[in-house]
């Protein structure tokens, strides 16, 4: 009997044994994941600076005479041509004036014809002695005033005539217009603060965007050429990126650098022209100019190897023991889909290249190799 009880005793050891095995946690297993490592080239970076675009001529377009504004010819943001009208004032108090103007100058020229008669009447006179020549040189001073006044008068028919042309305002170039704060019947002024509207000649745009000192030492150096102007021809064309992310068509020059630094930014103003033949681009619009520098000492990190946390990013770094750091990196620019790092990495060092939402700091991974290859930038 005790056998039996001894045996029992056992096989309950042997069986809870056996559970508790079964029951057991099995250790984790460390995660494969593609890890590729920084090493030194050279490579170009696109950086886009905030750009504002204007047309190649802004103009304001304002009366040069007062009066009723009788006709507006155009709507807003028609496009209109080179002299076409756009802008009629009541015109008669102007040609009353020029008729004003032309009765006073036929006055004039009678005046001096009548001058010129009595010249001639006076010369022979006093020739023969008749009379004296006092009467003959004040019949000259007469007639040079009568000169005089026929130029005046003929200066007050073109002013006239001036004044009656302004009634009609017409467009000084070619181009779209803007807003019109005024509409038919309104007084208007030369004196007016507002402008009867704008008109912006887009069939070229300016697209003006800033460079911080050091970016447009490094941008210069990367260019031969003993001056400005000299570089400005070897530029490459630039990319004007717009209000929606998209690239722009065409692509664009820069053809002119500003002459001095903003003392308050200490930035300086670039220009880069594009052509705009079917009138997308209009003055007013915002974009970025995207240009591409060249970087010392700088790595090129891919976009899918960071994680952004409170306001930064960061990059998970493998040790000799295959465990990640979570590091902080520096981004001050981009390279298609790499970020352009200033520091936080340094050649050498093993970046986890996917899967890295899930990583914890510390945590051991089995790296794998990867053909990505994070590039440090040098000067070529």
Not at 357 to 379: F, M, N, R, Y
């Amino acid at each position: 009997m005790k056998n039996v009880i001894l045996s029992s005793l056992i096989l309950v050891l042997t069986l809870i044994g056996c559970s508790d095995k079964s029951q057991a946690p099995m250790a984790a297993v460390a995660p494969q994941l593609p890890v590729y490592s920084i090493e030194a080239s050279s490579a170009t970076t696109d950086s886009e600076y905030p750009a504002a675009i204007q047309g190649t001529v802004d103009v304001e377009i304002r009366p040069q005479v007062s009066g009723n504004l009788e006709k507006v010819f155009v709507d807003e943001g028609a496009y209109v041509s080179k002299g076409q009208a756009l802008f009629k004032i009541n015109e008669q108090p102007y040609r009353e004036q020029l008729n004003n103007a032309l009765a006073s100058l036929h006055s004039a020229e009678a005046a001096l014809i009548n001058a010129q008669l009595e010249i001639d009447k006076l010369t022979p006179l006093v020739q023969n002695k008749v009379v004296s020549d006092y009467q003959l040189k004040t019949a000259k001073a007469s007639h040079r005033i009568a000169t005089a006044n026929l130029d005046q008068a003929k200066a007050m028919v073109g002013s006239a005539r001036i004044n009656l042309g302004y009634t009609t305002i017409t467009a000084p170039v070619s181009g779209y217009i803007g807003r019109l704060p005024k509409k038919q019947g309104s007084l208007v002024s030369s004196s007016d603060i507002e402008p009867l509207t704008k008109l912006s000649d887009v069939h070229e745009v300016y697209a003006y965007f800033s460079l911080g000192e050091t970016d447009f030492i490094n941008f210069k150096a990367q260019y031969s050429g003993n001056t400005i102007n000299d570089k400005i021809k070897k530029l490459p064309p630039v990319t004007l990126i717009l209000a929606d992310n998209n690239a722009y068509a065409e692509t664009g020059k820069i053809d002119m650098v500003d002459g001095q630094f903003d003392k308050n930014t200490g930035a300086i103003t670039l220009r880069a022209t594009f052509p705009n033949a079917n009138g997308i681009l209009r003055s007013g619009n915002t974009g970025k100019i995207r240009l591409g520098i060249q970087h010392e000492d700088a790595i090129l990190v891919p976009q899918s190897a960071t994680i952004e946390m409170q306001d930064k990013v960061f990059v998970f770094t493998v040790d000799k023991e295959n465990k990640v750091t979570k590091a902080p990196i520096t981004i001050i620019g981009k390279s298609g889909t790499d970020y352009l790092i200033k520091d936080g990495v340094k050649s050498g060092d093993q970046i986890v290249l996917s899967g890295i939402d899930k990583l914890q700091e510390g945590q051991a991974i089995q790296p794998t190799k990867s053909t990505k290859i994070a590039q440090v930038i040098t000067k070529k």
